[in-house]
């Protein structure tokens, strides 16, 4: 297992099958240049078998945290400790950073994703929800 930080476009579009879309080049260079974005991806037997991307978020009266944007590993490399080092590599990213601490949204119900983020050091303080607004 090798976990990389992504720095360019082919890496990404190289990358495509682990996202819920085609990756848009142009979109992807936009995201590589926004200061604070950052995705790691994880490699094996060759390829890219898994991602998490985040993106600092700072406030003047909290300073900045990581906001842990999306998480994905190829089915054939799940249950192997590729989303714990993902989310390790993130978490490292956002210390070295100076960020106060890091979180995420999970889907109620989701508790293989629970058991993921637990694995990695996080806790479910369990007083979240989520809500959203489509402008699409």
């Known amino acids: 297992m090798e976990i990389r930080r992504a720095t360019t476009v082919i890496e990404l579009t190289n990358a495509e099958h682990l996202f819920d879309e085609p990756v ?4 992807a260079r936009k995201f590589l240049d926004a200061q604070g974005h950052h995705l790691f991806l994880a490699y094996e037997d060759g390829g ?16 900045t945290e990581m906001f842990l944007y999306e998480l994905g590993v190829a089915e054939a490399y ?4 590729f989303a714990r080092a993902l989310v390790g590599a993130l978490a490292a990213l956002a210390r070295e950073r100076g960020c106060y ?5 999970v889907d ?6 629970l058991a993921v983020y637990r694995s990695a050091g996080g806790r479910d303080d369990g007083g979240c929800r989520v809500v959203t607004w489509d402008f699409g």
Not at 78 to 81: F, S, V
Not at 101 to 105: A, H, N, Q, T
């Open 108 to 113: 109620a119900g989701n508790d293989v994703a």
């Open 24 to 27: 848009r080049p142009e979109w």
């Open 78 to 81: 799940r249950r192997r400790g």
């Open 101 to 105: 601490g890091m979180w995420v949204g």
């Open 48 to 63: 890219p078998v898994g991602f998490v991307s985040g993106v600092e978020t700072v406030h003047p009266d909290k300073g």
